[in-house]
């Protein structure tokens, strides 16, 4: 199994076990300019618990995908979109 599938894996595992509606999210991989970006989609009433109080929830996601990427020479940015 390679680190992308690994860190998008990843990421839909955590939200998923977030949310209310597991079903809703989306996940989308992108590569712009050597950065890995990752499209998360969640329905709108869960938006919130991902971001959560004062954006700590995304913040803590966003630190463990880019340990989990460590040791490659990839970024990873994760971007919650509509």
């Known amino acids: 199994m390679s680190r992308k599938t690994d860190t998008k894996g990843l990421l ?4 998923r076990s977030l ?8 996940v989308l991989e992108l590569e712009k300019e050597g950065v890995v970006i990752m499209e ?11 971001i959560g109080k004062q ?4 913040k803590a996601i966003r630190k463990l995908l880019s340990a989990a990427s460590s040791g490659s020479d990839r970024r990873i940015a994760v971007e919650l979109v509509e």
């Open 12 to 15: 839909e595992y955590l939200v």
């Open 19 to 26: 949310v209310e509606d597991p079903d809703q999210v989306a």
């Open 40 to 50: 998360l989609k969640v329905s709108a009433s869960d938006r919130g618990r991902v």
């Open 55 to 58: 954006g700590k929830t995304i």
